[in-house]
């Protein structure tokens, strides 16, 4: 699909859709979100209006909301421009090269039709897998909570379900390379306890964009906790579970957390019949300061005359906001930050210092190097919800070779 033919249907879609689902993590409309709210046309507001007359706002992207509630329609996308800069010349053959990329260019509509039906079409014009989220949900139903059909993000672990625009660096983590990123699927939820405790179930088939590619299929289950919760400040533990067919050998490759690098670290084919992932987590909020980690283990069951393999990750994350804003974290994942003050309006947005290392251990499937071990420092600046400033330092260790620095920075608008 070519540029010209998305905008064609983007139109078609405006044209003919009475509906809205807000991008990503973002939550639909409610009053209590309408401080949020610039109002773009007050038409609907007249007397005699129709009840399913739209009003017209900006929240975080462009907004349609009919008086009666039932209809709904949104508009958005992100663009995320990368520059890279690389001093790796001990890693013979692994070189990379300095340079600037478009990371991410994401158009989306959404929409809830009648309240109960929801919608999402997700386009990223950069990416070699284009079709992203694309799904139709049933909300509502007595006993079950919501169906879910189409292809989106399977629920395993913190880093991978939580938005590209919403995590702290320019890139996830190392063990989100054994993440099971987007499929086509089915899967629900369910919460408890006042949505302190969150089931989320799902079947996927493997495959990208419309198709399907092969014979695999995955069940995938997460269970999120939050056992203390005061006004922003949180404590979130939870754990996942993957059971995979394979239909042939598996293989990883790992970037040392920048997309423009080389792959410093490949398995070969690893010879499994089955594969069982499971994942612990946990988050903590506590006024300025953010906390995080995971930790993935992922275990091989080989057919007849192959050895089992076992490979793991993990990682640990802190962060401060140096002007006092909190990071928002909704139901089982990190949301939007809002700076106190936006530049432009007198302030000087919000600054935020952060920290991780992660890690990963294939040496039972060792094709180049056994580990990968990466620390790297950030620095953010949020010019207003929508835009923000990223800068990351890289130090990339590699077994058995040497070692990488990287430099990255990204701005990105959002809407």
Known sequence: MNFEKLLILMAAMMLTS??????????????????????????TDKPGADATDFRVYWKNGLRFDSN??????????????????????????????SGIEFRRMRFYLGGTIYKNIEYKFQYDLVSSDPVKDTYIKVKDIPG???????????????????????????????????????????????????DRVILDVGLFKEGKGIGIGNRNYATTTRLSLL?????????????????????????????????????YVTTGDIETDNQYMAGAELAFV??????????????????VGFTDTTLHGWYAQVGYFLTGEKRPFKKTVFSRVKPKDNVGDGGIGAWEVAVRISQVDVADGQSTGTGLLDFTAAVNWYLNPNTRLMT??????????????????RIQVDF
């Open 227 to 263: 056992p203390w919760s005061d006004d922003g400040d949180l404590l979130h533990i939870g754990g996942s579970f993957r059971y995979r067919n394979v239909d042939g050998p598996v293989d990883y490759a790992f970037r040392p957390e920048a997309h423009l690098a080389q792959k």
């Open 286 to 303: 506590y006024d300025s300061l953010h906390v995080s980690g995971e930790f993935v283990n992922v275990s091989n069951a080989a057919p």
């Open 68 to 97: 009666d509630g039932n209809f709904k329609l949104a508009i958005g996308g992100r663009i995320q421009a990368d520059w890279a800069f690389f001093a790796d010349d001990n890693l013979t053959g692994l070189q990379s090269e």
């Open 144 to 194: 079950l909570g919501y169906l879910k059909f189409g292809h989106f993000q399977e629920q395993f672990g913190l880093d991978g379900p939580t938005s590209s625009k919403y995590i702290t660096f320019l890139e996830r983590a190392l063990p989100e390379t054994f993440g099971p990123g987007r499929n086509i699927g089915i899967a629900t939820a369910q919460s408890f306890a006042e």
């Open 392 to 409: 990351n330092y890289i130090l990339a260790d590699v077994d058995g070779l040497d070692q990488a620095h990287i430099v990255q920075s």
């Open 18 to 43: 009475p509906a809205v689902a807000d991008d990503a993590t973002d939550t639909d409309t409610t009053a209590a979100d309408r401080g949020d709210e610039e109002t773009l046309s007050v038409e």
